[in-house]
């Protein structure tokens, strides 16, 4: 058996100009971090007499051929790799799917990753990235882009410079232990309980860039060039420790992209945003991934503690995490020796 640890993220800025439809006209640039909530993937190979293929995720799959497989990011993998039999895929998250902290990209790159293992093949961050990419985007032609897998891979606080041909250039953010701690003391992040598939926010997006003919063309457009252009400014604040400044920078990030769609922010969202700005002291905020709901990002630099009750009492706890420095994992390799 191989176990794979794959970390979830937190978009800090440019989040949505890692599409094609933004990227191949203006290239694309996103300021992320991974974070202590992880993806677990377990490959067991079966006995021989067994030859069916078994996924295990929130359904249970027993099929005979790959063709067969409903879920399609566990199918193009295996199917990537070629292995077609007595193979078990089973998953655990320490976060719910559906919640804007990448877990379908951490759950493909895991995937790869164990499958990597299991073939005793290099396990190289960025080619695994670039695998899962190319599952979602060429092979399954889903409207995401390039972040969730390069970060997944990766880890730690990165920029992703892409170019107008989806290259990707990896710039790791050195980061101070102590604006660390800030970070996370007065960032807090909170639940929801609205799941969401990123899928059909982003796909909006993702035809509204495209095509020139429609009527929020342009606005999209003018947004996440706004958008990319905070992410830049949004790192330079961070790397200067400068977190309320760069809070303030978050708060006009989210209002460029809200301005994209109705579907990324929820009214009863919006009336709350507004009234912890005023109410007690946050200084920006934003849901976290595509939107339209999961976790809510509130900057809140004086009265954390009494945000925290407040939030509670809307039935949104607060989420502990910490950023994690490591990308994609074997943590466990218990692979039987009668297998070489």
């Given at each position: 058996m191989i176990i794979t640890r794959t970390p979830f993220r937190i978009t800090l800025g440019g989040g949505g100009t890692d599409l094609p439809s933004f990227y191949e006209e203006h290239g694309g640039y996103v300021f992320t971090m991974a974070i202590n909530k992880f993806m677990y993937i377990m490959l067991n190979r079966r006995s021989v007499a067994d030859r069916k293929i078994v996924i295990r995720y929130s359904q249970v799959e027993t099929v005979s051929s790959i063709d067969e497989i409903r879920n399609p990011l566990a199918r193009e993998a295996l199917r990537m790799h070629n292995l077609r039999e007595n193979i078990e895929l089973t998953s655990i998250a320490d976060m719910p799917g559906k919640s804007g902290l990448g877990s379908s990209g951490s759950y493909l790159v895991g995937i790869l990753n164990a499958i990597r293992s299991y073939q005793q093949l290099p396990i190289d961050p960025m080619e695994i990235a670039a695998e899962a990419c190319r599952i979602e985007m060429d092979i399954l032609k889903e409207p995401v882009g390039k972040q969730d897998q390069y970060i997944a891979a990766l880890g730690g606080f990165r920029v992703l410079d892409i170019d107008k041909k989806g290259h990707v250039s990896v710039e790791t953010v050195p980061v101070d232990f102590s604006v660390i701690t800030e970070l996370v003391s007065k960032a807090r992040i909170y639940y929801t309980g609205v799941q969401r598939s990123a899928t059909a926010v982003l796909k909006t997006q993702d035809e509204a860039a495209?095509?020139?003919?429609?009527?929020?063309?342009?606005?999209?457009?003018?947004?996440l060039l706004r958008i990319k252009e905070l992410g830049k400014e949004i790192k330079a604040k961070f790397e200067q420790g400068?977190?309320?400044?760069?809070?303030?920078?978050?708060d006009e990030h989210w209002m460029n992209k809200r301005k994209m769609s109705k579907s990324i922010s929820l009214s009863t969202l919006d009336q709350l945003y507004d009234k912890v700005k005023k109410d007690y002291g946050v200084l920006g905020g934003k849901l976290i991934g595509a939107g339209g709901g999961g976790f809510l990002m509130l900057y809140c630099p004086d009265r954390a503690k009494e945000l925290d009750a407040f939030m509670a009492e809307e039935k949104m706890p607060r989420i502990d995490y910490f950023p994690s420095p490591q990308g994609t994992r074997v943590v466990s390799d218990l692979t039987p020796l009668d297998q070489f």
């Amino acid at each position: 058996m191989i176990i794979t640890r794959t970390p979830f993220r937190i978009t800090l800025g440019g989040g949505g100009t890692d599409l094609p439809s933004f990227y191949e006209e203006h290239g694309g640039y996103v300021f992320t971090m991974a974070i202590n909530k992880f993806m677990y993937i377990m490959l067991n190979r079966r006995s021989v007499a067994d030859r069916k293929i078994v996924i295990r995720y929130s359904q249970v799959e027993t099929v005979s051929s790959i063709d067969e497989i409903r879920n399609p990011l566990a199918r193009e993998a295996l199917r990537m790799h070629n292995l077609r039999e007595n193979i078990e895929l089973t998953s655990i998250a320490d976060m719910p799917g559906k919640s804007g902290l990448g877990s379908s990209g951490s759950y493909l790159v895991g995937i790869l990753n164990a499958i990597r293992s299991y073939q005793q093949l290099p396990i190289d961050p960025m080619e695994i990235a670039a695998e899962a990419c190319r599952i979602e985007m060429d092979i399954l032609k889903e409207p995401v882009g390039k972040q969730d897998q390069y970060i997944a891979a990766l880890g730690g606080f990165r920029v992703l410079d892409i170019d107008k041909k989806g290259h990707v250039s990896v710039e790791t953010v050195p980061v101070d232990f102590s604006v660390i701690t800030e970070l996370v003391s007065k960032a807090r992040i909170y639940y929801t309980g609205v799941q969401r598939s990123a899928t059909a926010v982003l796909k909006t997006q993702d035809e509204a860039a495209r095509k020139a003919d429609r009527a929020d063309h342009k606005q999209v457009v003018d947004s996440l060039l706004r958008i990319k252009e905070l992410g830049k400014e949004i790192k330079a604040k961070f790397e200067q420790g400068d977190l309320d400044a760069f809070a303030t920078l978050m708060d006009e990030h989210w209002m460029n992209k809200r301005k994209m769609s109705k579907s990324i922010s929820l009214s009863t969202l919006d009336q709350l945003y507004d009234k912890v700005k005023k109410d007690y002291g946050v200084l920006g905020g934003k849901l976290i991934g595509a939107g339209g709901g999961g976790f809510l990002m509130l900057y809140c630099p004086d009265r954390a503690k009494e945000l925290d009750a407040f939030m509670a009492e809307e039935k949104m706890p607060r989420i502990d995490y910490f950023p994690s420095p490591q990308g994609t994992r074997v943590v466990s390799d218990l692979t039987p020796l009668d297998q070489f």
